[in-house]
């Protein structure tokens, strides 16, 4: 079986995922591409031998479709997914779901009222299938640096396109260190604080960088800076801190040159390069559960409304100068459905 699948949007995002689906990933076609800009649409449409469509809903309504990716705006979302919902077609749906909890929310209950069995919706986290997050996690597991204690990670972009504002850069940036957190150390985040150091001479659209406090259910603290506008390159990092040691990611560079008496490692303009094999995983894990029928190995709309509520949280706390705001988790939140694994302590007995 082919699983024909449309892909709604046309830039960065969506002509890497059409592609990767119609060169890398088993079991998939891609059969259309839509984007508002039709010109964009019909060319990545000719190059992966699809067909164009200028509104998202014709693709959604399209019988040539039978699943969609959407990698459109973020702001585009929620629409877009609902409409997969109300045609019955499985979505794969970049992050965020939608930016605000409200929109997530309101997708998560559409889903509940359709009771479809096997949830139609997966969101596109796709660092849960990063080879090398997935050895951390393994190694938590393990026990091998004993119980963690905290997290030290940076989310640097060079550059960062015009258009967003402070609570874009928590809401698209932020939301995968968000959702991450949450899954490596397989508890929920339960209380954030928002800090600002200096800004940035180059981008007057935002603060940036910023520094994000994550508290997790198990007690473990975890700080985050985030800098889109870092200038020297693509970097990701993540130490988790143990009582008996520590687990760190691998640096993404692509390449280190010696010459000269000197030894220079090459960063990525952007995540393409570094999470390319996480795409490409991530799509094909769920294209093999479309074709057999079963739930998606992906995040869940739950795990990514609840990630959207802790962006909430963040950008409330940006809104009052850094203070600590908590967060109520109704449903279950990122990192409890991989383990079913109960809080340790509540929000009340952290110190
Ligand atoms: C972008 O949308 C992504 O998803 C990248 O992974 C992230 O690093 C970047 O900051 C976002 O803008």
Redesign the pocket.
């Known amino acids: 079986m082919t699983v024909r699948i449309g892909v709604i949007g046309a830039g960065v995002m969506g002509s890497d995922h059409a592609r990767t689906l119609q060169g890398s990933v088993s079991g998939a076609t891609v059969t259309a591409i839509a984007d508002p800009v039709q010109d964009r649409a019909c060319a990545l449409a000719a190059e992966t031998g699809a067909r164009c469509f200028s509104s998202a809903e014709e693709l959604i309504a399209s019988p040539f479709v039978d699943a969609v990716l959407i990698a459109s705006n973020d702001n585009a979302h929620a629409e877009q997914v609902m409409a997969c919902l109300e045609h019955g077609k499985p979505v794969l749906c970049e ?1 965020p779901l939608a930016p605000t909890v409200r929109e997530c929310q309101d997708l998560v209950d559409r889903q509940d009222a359709l009771a479809a069995g096997i949830p139609l919706i997966s969101v596109g986290f796709m660092r849960r299938f990063h080879p090398a997050y997935r050895a951390m996690k393994t190694l938590l597991e393990e026990g091998a640096i004993g119980q963690p204690l905290m997290v030290l990670s940076s ?1 640097r ?1 060079s550059t960062c396109p015009p258009g967003g504002n402070s609570a874009a850069t928590i809401t ?2 932020g939301i ?1 260190e968000i959702d991450i957190t949450a899954w490596l150390l397989n508890s929920p985040i339960e209380s954030v604080s928002w800090h600002a150091p200096r800004s940035t001479a180059l981008d007057s659209s935002r603060q940036d960088p910023q520094v994000l406090h994550l508290r997790t259910a198990d007690g473990v603290l975890t700080a985050v800076d985030l800098f ?1 506008n870092a200038q020297y390159g693509y970097d ?1 990092r993540c130490e988790i801190v143990g009582e008996l040691g520590t687990v760190e990611l691998a640096r993404p560079h692509l390449t280190t040159t010696s010459r000269a008496l000197t030894e220079s490692k090459s960063y990525a303009a952007d ?1 393409r390069p570094v ?1 390319a094999d996480a795409y490409r995983l991530q799509s094909q894990a769920w294209v093999d559960a479309l074709i057999s029928g079963t739930r998606p190995p992906l995040a869940t709309a739950e795990e990514a409304l609840a990630a959207a509520r802790v962006a909430q949280a963040l950008v409330d706390s940006m809104n009052s100068g850094g203070a600590t705001i908590s967060i109520n988790h109704p449903h279950p939140a990122a990192g409890e459905s991989f383990a079913g694994g109960k809080h340790e302590r509540t929000l009340t007995n952290v110190r």
């Open positions: 992050k989310h972009n698209n940036s995968h889109l990701v995540w999470f």
